[in-house]
């Protein structure tokens, strides 16, 4: 079993729907919680950064992270022709390597 | 822009070849942190260096070597190459106590 699970998509949705993508993991050390958005071939950029539990908001985005369930959400509000791309969650314990999901493909269609 | 550079952004070569790959960290960040990238494995963590100093290994082959310089860029060597080294090579830089990665463009390399 793979210490972080996502589901790999492809995720259609139509511009301005809100989407929902999500995590879950195996690892209880794990207290940081990432997600990046990568284009393809490109390099992973990193959209927001949680410790521990519960809501970050920033912009169209919001990460939510239940350590209780072991499970991580990234909430994309009127989504956007240019929001298609992977989407990669990621986490560790501290100052470590990074533990990344396989990644979800967004296709958003205009 | 993240701020990590990476060059080269392509490399083809031949298998039994060694390349270098070199990345420069954002500007303070003290540790450098290298990932591999396949279309079945995903994003590998490979190796990690903090201050010039190896911290931590992850799935990184005998034949792949990696070193931080004292102006902190870091080269990641890869030796005796094999048609499935062909991925994508990041590196990520970072700095305590923050756990968030800063990824740089990559380096694609293809092994003919």
């Known amino acids: 079993q793979k210490e972080v699970e996502q589901d790999p998509g492809p995720l259609s949705v139509p511009e301005g729907a809100i989407v929902s993508l999500n995590c879950t993991y195996s690892?209880?050390?794990?207290?940081?919680f990432m997600w990046y958005r990568q284009y393809s071939r490109k390099g992973p950029e990193l959209l927001m950064y949680t410790y521990s539990s519960g809501n970050k908001e920033d912009g169209r985005f919001t990460a939510q992270v239940d350590k209780s369930s072991k499970y991580i959400s990234l909430f994309i509000r009127d989504s956007q022709p240019s929001d298609s791309a992977t989407y990669l969650c990621?986490?560790?314990?501290?100052?470590?390597?990074?533990?990344f999901g396989t990644g979800t493909r967004l296709l958003v269609s205009p | 822009d993240s701020g990590v550079t990476q060059t080269p952004k392509h490399l083809i070569t031949a298998t039994g070849q060694r390349v270098t790959l070199r990345c420069s960290p954002r500007s303070g960040d003290l540790s450098v942190y290298w990932y591999q990238q396949s279309l079945d494995q995903g994003l590998q963590f490979l190796i990690q260096?903090?201050?010039?100093?190896?911290?931590a290994k992850g799935n990184i082959l005998e034949r792949f070597s990696a070193q931080q310089f004292p102006d902190l860029h870091s080269e990641l060597n890869l030796s005796s190459l094999e048609l499935g080294d062909s991925a994508l090579y990041f590196c990520?830089?970072?700095?305590?106590?923050?756990?968030?990665?800063?990824f740089g463009p990559g380096t694609r390399l293809t092994v003919l």
């Open positions: 990520a830089s970072g700095r305590p106590p923050g756990s968030e990665q800063f």
């Open positions: 260096y903090y201050n010039g100093e190896e911290r």
């Open positions: 690892n209880s050390a794990f207290q940081y």
């Open positions: 990621a986490m560790n314990s501290g100052f470590q390597k990074l533990v």
